[in-house]
């Protein structure tokens, strides 16, 4: 009740650099944050890398990430200045338009 998954079938050279370097990439990091901050009361979330390619034990690692509640903030920060520049960009959109039917 408090975890998630997040699975990534990856082409094996994205797969062999996992279970090399035992490392998550910074984007996989991102999302499950976001995941967890979509789902309250998810404390962590299992990262799983997987190709069904390989044999055991080569063809899945598990690692588990924890919430993370100050990146959780900076992730909604960029997300909502995002939205906002979507906005703006949209607003323009809509203007340049009604000025062209109009002329």
Known sequence: DDGLIEIKCMEPKGHVAVLRTKKISDSHIKQMQF??????????????????DYDPPYRCWISR??????????????????LQEVDLALADLRAKHERERAA
Request: with cysteine; glycine share 2%; net charge negative.
């Open 35 to 52: 995941q967890m901050a979509c789902c309250p009361g998810r404390m962590w979330c299992d990262y799983v890398a997987y190709n069904p």
């Open 65 to 82: 990430v924890y919430r993370d509640d100050y990146n959780i903030s900076v992730l909604e920060n960029a997300t909502r200045d995002f």
